[in-house]
């Protein structure tokens, strides 16, 4: 019988190497299956695989210092933000230095991936079956695009963000009537790219409910990073303190033809732009609100107002979606999963996520904390509490993190990086040792090759 449990990650992006690369440090074996040709998932920018959302523009909207993995900074000649072939080239040899290339398996989808009789996991192919005690879910949430119903049917072109390269990829974009609905970080880059005058397009935006706006630098700095010297002040007071701060940065969302948001700053996801707000008021873009029904070349908006356009593209989100499960199995309905912080499903205790949540500021560090708990757990160092203790904790955590934004699909994954990680490092790690300390480590290891009837 295996000593150490087996483990399976599906997914070769931040989750996925991040996750190994812990794992390796425990000496805990694994195999991780990507099903496109080469490490990065979302920042593999023209994947083969179509999971790739960056654009041929793209730069990063977190400043590098805060995206950096703890253990491996960022060169020092990056730049501030940096373009997105910049962030490839900083996962590359993060995977190079770390030797992880050699446990993933490239072109190699889980097809389906199937729960034992008793735990374990049972993985299909093309390549054939493969057996693991615990699975590692890193697949993303940026790749599935959703799109919006609106009534009727648009004659021109319609594309989503996801799909976006350039102002002519794939699609020609250039003395175009174009609408872009959405107002996220996404559509605030594409609406300035396609606005530039040497484009010739006449760039309209559409959006339900509006967005407070924020530059990337503030008295010189990025501005995620002067959030980070303030100190410790209650989540609560902090929303209170800055709610007025957009506005006194740069001005009403309505000077520039936007509607008042309906929610105040930090109830929702800021957008992050330096030039959106130029755009709009130099005049190389318009603002409309939502969409009311579509008829042919013509949009028609709930304000009683149409135009007409040649191309609409969609900057609306993404669907949570796990197509290698069984949807009466696992499926996040309208995005809600609900996980112990984020990582683990009661009541299934050989299965763990990683990277799925939206962290505010940050990603990168939030993940790589995320994979601190999934190694200590798999080479039995951390013990999740009772399965009801779990599912409370679930409850008061999503009131804690998400409670006070926007009842959207896009915040049912929310959660404060700082306020994440120090609950992580200060009292969730050390309470999981306690538990194993007491009651002993989950039984993991060697239950995928029982359940399956083959020698571990």
């Known amino acids: 019988m295996a000593t150490t449990p087996t483990v399976a990650i599906i997914g070769a992006g931040i989750s996925g190497l991040t996750s190994g690369k812990m794992l390796t440090d425990y000496g805990i074996d694994y195999t991780c299956f990507e099903s496109g040709d080469r490490i990065g998932g979302n920042w593999a920018f023209a994947n083969p695989n179509g999971h790739s959302s960056a654009y041929r523009s793209l730069h990063i909207d977190t400043s ?78 940026h790749w599935d695009p959703r799109s919006p119903e609106f009534l009727g049917t648009f004659g ?63 008295f010189g700095k990025p501005v995620d990073r002067l959030a980070r010297t303030l100190p410790y002040i209650p989540p609560a007071w902090q929303r209170r303190m800055v709610r007025h701060v957009p506005r006194l940065i740069s001005g009403k969302p309505e000077d520039y033809g936007l509607p008042r948001p309906q929610h105040n700053f930090l109830e929702a996801h800021p957008t992050v732009s330096s030039e959106l707000l130029l755009r709009l008021g130099s005049g190389d873009a318009t603002v409309k609100p939502d969409v009311e029904r579509l008829d042919g070349d013509t949009v028609h908006f709930v304000d009683g107002t149409s135009r007409d356009f040649d191309a609409i ?10 197509p290698f499960f069984d949807p009466d199995f696992l499926s ?37 904390n995320q994979t601190r708990l999934l190694a200590a757990y798999v080479a039995g160092h951390y013990r999740p509490p009772a399965q009801a ?24 994954q929310q959660v404060d990086y700082f306020l994440y990680v120090d609950e992580m490092n200060k009292r969730e790690l050390p309470a999981g040792r306690r538990r194993v300390d007491e009651q002993g480590p989950v039984p993991l290891a060697g239950r995928a090759a029982a359940a399956a009837g083959v020698s571990a």
Do not use: C
């Open 389 to 412: 203790e779990m599912e409370a904790t679930i409850v008061a955590d999503q009131r804690r993190y998400a409670g006070h934004y926007a009842d959207r699909p896009r915040h049912t």
């Open 332 to 368: 996040a309905p309208d995005n809600a999963l609900p996980l112990y912080k984020r990582m683990l499903k009661p009541g299934i205790d050989d299965l763990v996520f990683v990277g799925l949540a939206q962290a505010l500021p940050t990603l990168f560090p939030f993940v790589e």
């Open 64 to 141: 590098k210092d805060l995206l950096s993995f703890e253990d491996f900074p960022m060169p020092d000649d990056y730049p501030d933000f940096p373009h997105h072939s910049e962030i490839k080239r900083y996962l590359d040899s993060y995977a190079d230095t770390f030797g992880l290339h050699e446990r993933i398996r490239f072109e190699t989808p889980v097809q389906r991936a199937e729960r034992l009789d008793g735990g374990g996991w049972r993985l299909r192919t093309a390549e054939g079956e493969h057996h693991a005690d615990v699975l590692v879910v890193a697949n993303g949430h």
């Open 156 to 218: 021109g072109d319609v594309i989503h963000s996801h799909h976006y390269i350039s102002p002519t990829e794939p699609l020609d974009l250039k003395g175009k009537r174009v609408l872009v609905v959405g107002i996220g970080n996404s559509a605030a880059d594409i609406i300035s790219e396609l606005s530039q005058r040497s484009h010739g397009n006449e760039v309209t935006v559409s959006t339900r409910s509006g967005a407070w706006i924020m530059p990337k630098y503030i």
């Open 313 to 322: 593209v969609y900057a609306t989100g993404y669907n949570i979606s796990f």
